[in-house]
């Protein structure tokens, strides 16, 4: 069905219509996601790469503004930019607690975060601790309010 649909073609998945794009990268994440914690389970390598997180980036931006929790950002107005270390960057936006996902910040950055790609993808889908990704290096934020960042994964639910 994928192969004959328009990438923008509107298609249904268990979590509500999307586009058929969007779909490719739903059904990627969760390939990488439940293949991480097999691999991690066996003691075996991550079966992942950077250009295998940039392809769930559509998804990613799709989902963000369903997963975020009401009442941990009630209240919250924000703007995050999320660079991928050598990648693409894209903005999260929070008026009052709701979440919306843009390629350029809508207004001013309160927080940018700088992330290696996969620990990204770790940390976002909650199958490593953000605390190992900072001690490394491989998340670091600058801006107005950094402290912003240490909260920025608990505003969502992953499932």
Request: overall charge positive; hydrophobic content about 50%; charged content about 20%.
């Amino acid at each position: 069905a994928l192969d004959a649909a328009r990438p923008n073609a509107p298609v249904y998945s268990p979590i509500g219509e999307m586009a058929a794009g969007t779909l490719g990268a739903y059904a990627l994440a969760h390939l990488l996601q439940h293949g991480s914690q097999i691999a991690r389970a066996l003691r075996q390598p991550l079966p992942l790469e950077k250009a295998y997180i940039e392809l769930t980036l559509p998804f990613l931006f799709y989902v963000l503004p369903l997963m975020t929790n009401p009442e941990r950002t009630r209240g919250l107005d924000a703007c995050f930019e999320i660079r991928l270390r050598r990648g693409p960057r894209f903005c999260v936006t929070f008026d009052d607690g709701v979440a919306a996902v843009s390629a350029t910040p809508p207004r001013r950055v309160d927080c940018h975060i700088l992330a290696e790609p996969l620990v990204f993808f770790l940390v976002a889908l909650g199958l490593v601790n953000q605390w190992s990704g900072i001690a490394r290096g491989k998340l670091v934020t600058w801006g107005p309010k950094p402290w912003l960042a240490l909260r920025f994964v608990r505003f969502f639910d992953v499932p």
